[in-house]
């Protein structure tokens, strides 16, 4: 056998200088390797595999981001605010603040005040509350006891007992913002606490 046979004998009977099944058909006269199907599927997967990795926690982080945006903000929940026995029997109105944990659209904080009511007894079991914001420009109303009325301190807006506006001349376009309130387990007064854009003659949600 010439030596040149005996250089060509390996890869001629599948030998270690043959391409392995699989693999890619190895580079000859200096030509780059043509990649097999199977490289390609490997690819294929890889790449696949790759973006799951990438996609999956994006759209978990954009839920996350979005998510507040889906919850409806506590404070227009009804908000435990008084228990009945605190109310004066004599249906005169009492300042109560109103707490609870307030969320916008990406913060929630614990519980704090996030604005008050007069509660005043309308009835054996019936509760009236009021927002104490003036709907004429946003200060806080004061209750008079000698006048059954109560008073803004800004622009001098006065409203009766029920909340309705007191004199035509008032700079309020409307009365007092009435709230819905529920009585809970005979003695708890829930307050659907809400606010309400000022300045308008009828309640729109702030
Ligand atoms: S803010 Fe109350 S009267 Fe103007």
Not at 64 to 74: A, G
Not at 164 to 174: E, G, L, Q, T
Request: with cysteine; proline share 8%; hydrophobic share 40%.
């Amino acid at each position: 056998m010439s030596r040149m046979d005996q250089t060509k004998l390996p890869t001629e009977a599948g030998g270690a200088g043959a391409p392995a099944a699989g693999r890619g058909v190895l580079p000859q006269d200096g030509c780059p390797a043509v990649p097999t199907r199977r490289d390609f599927l490997k690819q294929a997967c890889a790449a696949i595999i790759g973006a799951i990795a990438t996609l999956v926690p994006l759209a978990s982080g954009l839920m996350v981001f979005l998510d507040p945006l889906r919850r409806k903000s506590q404070a227009s929940e009804f908000v435990f605010v008084a228990s009945l026995p605190a109310l004066p029997e004599d249906g005169s109105p009492r300042q109560f603040s109103v707490i609870a944990s307030h969320s916008d659209a990406w913060n929630k904080s614990a519980q704090t005040p996030i604005g008050a009511v007069y509660l005043r007894r309308a009835g054996e079991k019936a509760v009236q509350a009021l927002n104490v914001v003036c709907p004429h420009a946003g200060c806080f109303v004061d209750y008079k006891p000698v006048t059954k009325a109560y008073r803004c301190p800004c622009h001098e807006s006065t409203f009766a007992l029920s909340g309705k506006i007191n004199s035509p001349s008032s700079p309020a376009r409307r009365g007092l913002d009435e709230l819905e309130v529920e009585i809970r387990n005979e003695t708890e007064v829930w307050v659907k606490f809400q606010n309400f854009r000022a300045g308008l003659p009828t309640k729109i949600a702030s």
